[in-house]
Structures are given as structure tokens and as C-alpha cells.
């Protein structure tokens, strides 16, 4: 009885670890959870089957006190934070040179816009993208339609 005892409580404690590991350190399903699972129902099972009953009904609740004990506490403890990545990212991409372009400007395509490529328009070489989605080959007059904010939408002259 006592053994049986031992071994539920360590197959419990075992999938509940492998279940913490699986949400917190290895997220998706991976071969931590699918432990963790067989773990917490081998113990539960294995409770109703040796133990009765009334001591598998205790070892369900039990787990599942257990289980959401340790989320709720792993969730509130600082240990999340020492792993967590907390940087921002502070770059931005430059798009200064769309600001000497305006609509109606006329220039050449780069290379082929199927449909985003590299234009030349004003001196200034940008990415273009077909206004109607056509595909331009390389070194096709265009004019420029409309100017989004990373590229310019352009047609065919």
C-alpha cells in the first residue's frame, strides 16, 4: 500500500513537471507534454486501479489542484522574469528617400516588377510594386501612382 502510494505521488509530481516544462520552457506540443499527459493519466489510473476508488477520486483531485497550484504559483514567482525576454526593438527602416517622390513622377524600372521590384525614379532608387498587379520587365518607362510607406506603386507608361 505504501509503495503504491510512493509510486502515484512520483508519476503525478513527474507529469506535472513535465507539463510545467512543456507550457513555460517548450512551447507547442512537444515530447515534454505528450510525457507530462501520459504521466498525470498513468498516475491517476494507476491510483484507481491499485489504490480504489475513493483514493483515485483524491488522487484526480489532488492532480488537478496540484497542477494549477504550481501554474498559478510558476506564473507569480520572479523566475518567469529572469527568462523572459523583456528588449524592445527601437529601429526603424528608412524611407527618408520615398519623401523626394511624389505622385506623377515618371522613372525606370530597375529590375522586373513581378510585381515588386527595384524602380528608379528622381535618382533615387526605391521598391516598387505593379499598381494593377501586371508584371513590368526590367528598364520599362513607369509612373509613379500612389506612395505607401516602405514602397511605391507604380504602372507601366
Do not use: C
Amino acid at each position: 500500500m505504501t509503495l503504491d502510494l510512493l509510486i502515484v505521488a512520483a508519476v503525478i509530481l513527474l507529469g506535472i513537471l513535465f507539463m510545467l516544462v512543456e507550457i513555460f520552457l517548450l512551447p507547442g506540443i512537444s515530447i515534454a507534454g505528450i510525457a507530462g499527459a501520459i504521466f498525470l493519466v498513468g498516475g491517476i489510473v494507476y491510483a484507481y486501479l491499485f489504490l480504489g476508488s475513493t483514493a483515485g477520486n483524491i488522487t484526480l483531485v489532488a492532480s488537478a489542484l496540484a497542477m494549477g497550484g504550481t501554474f498559478f504559483w510558476l506564473l507569480k514567482s520572479k523566475s518567469l522574469r529572469k527568462i523572459s525576454l523583456e528588449t524592445n526593438i527601437e529601429g526603424k527602416v528608412d524611407n527618408s528617400n520615398l519623401q523626394k517622390m511624389a505622385v506623377g513622377d515618371r522613372g525606370v524600372a530597375l529590375s522586373r516588377l513581378n510585381p515588386i521590384g527595384k524602380v528608379m525614379v528622381n535618382d533615387v532608387e526605391a521598391e516598387g510594386k505593379s499598381f494593377d498587379g501586371e508584371f513590368i520587365e526590367e528598364e520599362t518607362a513607369i509612373e509613379i501612382v500612389r506612395i505607401e510607406t516602405y514602397h511605391v506603386l507604380v504602372k507601366r507608361i
